[in-house]
């Protein structure tokens, strides 16, 4: 009698427990110098998969987010998205840096897992049919904007310092602006690589950039580094413009570089005056779970994210997510929508901000 009692119960029991959840992983830099970067990243993650789980999840089903730091370093990065692949998750949001991504993504085509990248910009992942996904512009649009704008003011030569530790991107983005540059008639005539880490001497590099006589100095590298790099330049009296990119447009920089980098025009994709219902509405939710304003790569992630979560809720199996996100092609986002193409890039709108007394104010 009790074994047919049992038997009866059962798939009551079943039908009564918590639906499996769904895994998804993010992986970015959450420890060194990019550490910023991949902190906003991972809250803005965290944030959209908090608000999904209280609405319900996805179908009932609730999402576990699997979070790893990839430390900047691609062995390590290799290896955590190897164990997030194990782990059966069904996408992951990241890498936020290009180099990252690039030596990542061979173990997402292989296993046939969207990778969906709030902050990657380099042209190397542009126009290919793989499981990479992103939200943000490539750097060939991003760095016209800043090509165009100084042309517009007169500027005809510019010399530039980049970090070689994200090749992918610093390289990518510098080759972009070049060409733009000098199509208007403008020159870079220095380029000086270095390799991010606690050994640099900014002062050496300031001094070099100085010495080259150009008309406006460019910055490709992170928060960090702009910061320290435009201290050193500020304390030779060098009174030169200062152009950075959008790796380096968090709140990082203006807290380390102080007023050394007022002043200093930069290419970015959030405008923090923004008054849409939609906007104010995350940044109040952000602040209140992380007690800081979100910067683009948070916002970046967030969207990531809910964009993730769009395509999961129309189907859940992993085989058809790359093509479900191709499918919907046009999400929304907190400043607007944004579009992705046929091979999941975006054209993300891109503007200039210049730091005017320690914020970011849009000019362009």
Known sequence: MKSILLLILLPVLISCSDPEPILIGFVGGLSGRVADLGIAGRNGVILATEQLNHSGGIKGRRID??????????????????????????????????????????????????????????????????????????????????????????????????????????????????????????????????????EIRFSKLAEQIINSEAEAIL?????????????????????????????????????????????????HFMDRDDQRPAYLNFRSNYRTRFAEEPGFAALAAYEAANALFTALGQSTDPAKLKQTLLKIGTFSGVQGDFQLDAFGDSNRPTFLARIENGKFKRIK
């Not at 702009?226 to 709140?251: H, N, Y």
Request: glycine fraction near 8%.
């Open 219 to 267: 910055s490709v590298a992170n928060a960090l580094d702009t910061a320290f790099f435009a201290q050193q330049l500020r304390i030779k009296d060098s009174q030169l413009p200062l152009v950075g990119c959008e790796w380096a447009a968090t709140e990082k920089v203006i807290a380390l570089g102080g007023a050394a980098v007022e002043g200093m025009i930069i290419d």
């Open 65 to 198: 987010l699997l979070i790893r730091d990839d430390q900047q370093n691609p062995a390590v990065a290799q290896a955590v998205v190897s164990e997030l692949l194990e782990a059966g998750v069904i996408a992951i949001v990241g890498h936020m840096t290009s180099s990252m991504s690039v030596s990542t993504l061979p173990l997402m085509n292989q296993a046939k897992t969207v990778m969906l990248s709030p902050t990657t910009t380099t042209t190397e992942l542009s126009g290919i049919d793989d499981y990479f996904f992103r939200t943000l512009a490539a750097t060939d649009l991003n760095a016209a904007v800043v090509a165009d704008y100084l042309t517009e003011t007169g500027i005809k030569t510019v010399a530039a310092i980049y970090d070689q530790r994200n090749l992918s991107y610093t390289g990518s983005w510098l080759r972009d602006f070049s060409r733009a540059f000098e199509r208007q008639g403008g020159q870079v005539i220095a380029r000086i690589g270095f390799e991010s880490g606690s």
